[in-house]
């Protein structure tokens, strides 16, 4: 699930990289900083217990994407890491950070709606957990193993 994120943080990186004047030698570090923001975003979210904030995210009940907490902290996380790690100028990392991220969480919730295989929020919830809370939300939300895998795992988690 996570490979899928990525190649998807690829595609529209990369061509984010070509308007915004970065140059080509930064774009394979560039698309790695953009999903390391992005995956290590969702997976806080995770871990801060922000459960129904990053499900109403992705599942699109998110009104306006760009001023979400969470894609807000990670634009910052991308900035911070384009400016400190690959020397872009503040100006060019935000621009950069502002257009890309939203687009690529706009991507994954239209893949989500649109029922596009791999994109299912049970499945997401559940690699970005990595197991154990994770996989127990997943079951939660509807993952194949229904309330009785949730409980389970519950109980495997005491």
Do not use: R, Y
């Amino acid at each position: 699930m996570l490979e899928q994120i990525t190649k998807l943080v690829e595609q529209i990186s990369s061509s984010e990289v070509a308007k915004g004047g970065i140059t080509s030698e930064l774009t394979g570090a560039i698309t790695k900083e953009t999903g390391d923001s992005i995956i290590n975003g969702l997976k806080d979210s995770v871990s801060a217990g922000d459960i129904s904030g990053l499900t109403n995210l992705l599942s699109g009940q998110a009104s306006n994407i760009a001023s979400n907490p969470i894609v807000t902290g990670m634009i910052g996380n991308l900035v911070s890491g384009l400016v400190g790690k690959l020397g872009l100028s503040e100006g060019v990392a935000g621009s950069f950070a502002n257009g890309v991220v939203p687009q690529v969480i706009s991507a994954i919730v239209a893949k989500i709606q649109g029922g596009e295989s791999g994109f299912d929020l049970s499945s997401i919830m559940g690699s970005l957990g990595q197991g154990g809370a994770g996989d127990l939300l997943g079951s939660l939300l509807g993952g194949k193993e229904g309330l009785g895998g949730a409980i389970d795992k519950l109980k495997g988690l005491f």
